[in-house]
């Protein structure tokens, strides 16, 4: 997983990201192993909690905005001011500013609605095969495989959704790198 997760840092923010790698290493691991216990039995389903994920995208965007401030100061809020006709700039820069703002967004939205999406279908299934078992047993072995298969399916789920919340995280940290993006 180290050597994954350097492989993912270098591709997106060069050997500026190494830097980061203790964090991003233990921000992947947080959601995966959120996302796995959640998946147990009578696990608690954190990353599906928008409030608590919310303000983990919280942190990050205002920390990378702050280390992309402290770093090249008010040079920083040029990533607001995109190359276009000087009249256009008064359309563009609130547009620039809402795209940053809404990364906060993305970043909840994404995990904890696909989370619950895929809890939401295990639990229903579950529910059907419980049912369909106190109807008529022999049945209930025709719809276990399914249930198997959408079991695996969430736990790709999980990985991949760590996998797109670091993905994110390094594409924004890239943002603090240098000013010509």
Known sequence: MYTFLITLIKQQTGNYGLFWLPFIFHLFNFILCCNLISLLPFGIALTSQFIL???????????????????????FLHIFIPKSPFLLLFLLIPIEIFSYLIRVL???IRLAANIIAGHTLVHILIQFFSKLLSVDKSLSFIFFLPLIFIITLEISVAFLQAYVFTVLFCIYIRDTSSLDH
């Not at 992309?68 to 100061?73: E, V, Y």
């Open 106 to 108: 993305s970043l909840a």
């Open 53 to 75: 994920i919310f303000w983990l995208s919280c942190t990050i965007c205002a920390s990378i905005f702050l280390i992309g401030l402290l770093r090249f100061n008010l040079k």
